[in-house]
């Protein structure tokens, strides 16, 4: 698609739970980003993808995070017995080519997934 | 890895005054400077980029600035409407490397 699509757009789950959240990037690009937002906050980095591989993940808080992405396009991003502080705003980004007149990748953001833990 | 401060870390301003906030980035390679703004509950967006090869861009009432020997880059928004206030956040990114981003700056514009 021209953008960064995720889903879900909110989700309420109970401390323990499992969550998954999807990341449809822009059509094309092979870079994806991964970053967190909790309320009032900067934007945390969480991972990186280039094409199915994940050269940066060093930013995943715990072993209950996880990540994958296949067939180039549509990531995942899985976060295991959700904690309270798990609750914040997960936002996807992917570089859509030649927007800037500097003729860098711009970084598109996705709406986010707003993410509560109960 | 790469390392960005963002200064101040909140701005108010007067309606029609200018604004300007700082950051500072630690790894020479970097090459791209973008700056995105963040309305309360949205997305970030960009608002203008410069690269490494470029001293000064404007777009408007917005302008970035970029010292490459000092390794720091500035926003400046001149005369400043309410619409304007939001967090700002800078980035430095290069060719296949992620994008690092600063702490964000939230500005208010006092009407």
């Known amino acids: 698609g021209a953008g960064v699509s995720q889903s879900p757009s909110n989700k309420v789950t109970e401390k323990g739970k499992d969550v998954e959240l999807r990341c449809d990037p822009i059509?094309?690009?092979?870079?994806l980003y991964w970053y967190r937002q909790s309320l009032g906050q900067g934007l945390e980095f969480l991972i990186y993808f280039q094409g199915n591989s994940a050269p940066d993940k060093s930013g995943l808080p715990s072993d209950r995070f996880s990540a994958e992405r296949t067939g180039g396009s549509v990531s995942t991003l899985t976060i295991q017995r959700t904690q309270q502080e798990d609750s914040a705003v997960y936002l996807c980004?992917?570089?859509?080519?030649?927007?800037?007149?500097?003729?860098?990748?711009?970084?598109?953001f996705g709406a986010g997934s707003r993410l509560t833990v109960l | 890895g790469e390392n960005v401060e963002q200064h101040p870390s909140t701005l108010s301003v007067q309606e029609g005054d200018s604004a300007v906030i700082k950051c500072t980035y630690s790894?020479?390679?970097?090459?791209?400077f973008p700056w995105y703004k963040q309305e309360l509950g949205k997305r970030p967006q960009l608002i203008i980029d410069i690269r490494s090869n470029v001293g000064e861009k404007k777009d408007q009432r917005i302008a970035v600035t970029l010292n490459k020997t000092a390794k720091h880059f500035s926003l400046h928004i001149t005369e400043t409407q309410p619409e304007d206030s939001a967090v700002y956040f800078c980035a430095a990114s290069y060719p296949g490397n992620q994008f690092y981003f600063g702490t964000g700056t939230s500005l208010t514009v006092i009407p």
């Open positions: 790894d020479s390679a970097s090459n791209y």
């Open positions: 059509s094309g690009h092979t870079a």
């Open positions: 980004a992917s570089p859509r080519l030649g927007q800037a007149t500097s003729g860098a990748n711009v970084l598109t």
